[in-house]
């Protein structure tokens, strides 16, 4: 059974600092992984999507980078903003093992605060 | 990427009661799903709503409890029955875009349930 483990639970840092969010896996058999963002009582944003045959992957101050071989892989967030507050859910796509079809794992998530 | 509408968007509801969660996507889906998120933790996939065929429920989800409706290639519903206090939730619909296994899922801002 697929685990996806996220660390820190929660971080606060300064504005401007640079920040790495850390997500695990447990079966490197995965599809793709894909980083979302989700605010208080809302729902998710999708932030990046990273295949399994891909390294990383970059949208703005946003770098994803994907190492299967060791189940794991990091979100780097650049100048951090307080507007980038959020907590950020780590998702794993991987197969089912009772079907052909696959199976999203979620993380616990990071509850990341910026301050001002 | 798809554009996704939940209604309603927060609901209080009695014990025993019933609740009805409309999904709504503004391009066409093969398969769309539903997740749970109770309070403080991560997503759990209830079931993969397909069109023109009954959905398929994850284990510890059964269709007397959470029946579906998938009408069309744009549309699902997820009813709530008998609730209880443990039912309330934030309630996800979330669609995937591209292949099967390694597409890019978009969720919906989500329903928020409260059962007294």
């Known amino acids: 059974k697929q685990e996806v483990t996220q660390i820190p639970a929660a971080l606060s840092v300064p504005e401007g600092e640079n920040l790495v969010l850390n997500c695990s896996f447990t079966?490197?058999?995965?599809?793709?992984l894909q980083w979302f963002r989700q605010d208080p009582g809302k729902g998710l944003t999708s932030l990046l999507l990273?295949?399994?045959?891909?390294r990383e992957q970059t949208s703005g101050r946003l770098n994803a980078s994907l190492d299967k071989s060791s189940g794991r892989s990091t979100l780097y967030i650049a100048a951090s903003q307080p507007g980038d507050s959020a907590t950020y859910l780590c998702?794993?796509?991987?197969?089912?093992?009772?079907?052909?079809?696959?199976?999203?794992?979620f993380g616990e998530g990071t509850q990341l605060t910026v301050n001002p | 990427s798809a554009v996704i509408s939940q209604k309603p968007s927060r609901d209080i509801c009695q014990r025993g009661t019933s609740l009805t969660i409309q999904c709504q996507v503004d391009?066409?889906?093969?398969?769309m799903f539903w997740y749970r998120q109770q309070p403080g933790q991560s997503l759990t996939l209830i079931a993969t709503?397909?069109?023109?065929?009954?959905?398929?429920?994850e284990s510890g989800f059964v269709i007397d409890k959470f029946p579906i409706s998938r009408p069309n290639l744009t549309f699902s519903t997820l009813t709530v029955s008998n609730m209880s206090p443990e039912d309330s939730s934030i309630y996800l619909c979330?669609?995937?875009?591209?292949?099967?296994?390694?597409?890019?899922?978009?969720f919906g801002e989500g329903s928020r349930l409260t059962v007294l």
């Open positions: 391009s066409q889906v093969t398969m």
């Open positions: 998702a794993v796509m991987g197969r089912r093992r009772e079907t052909s079809g696959s199976r999203l794992t």
């Open positions: 979330s669609v995937s875009q591209g292949a099967m296994n390694t597409g890019e899922l978009f």
């Open positions: 079966d490197s058999a995965i599809y793709n």
């Open positions: 709503a397909n069109q023109g065929s009954e959905a398929t429920y």
């Open positions: 990273i295949q399994s045959s891909q």
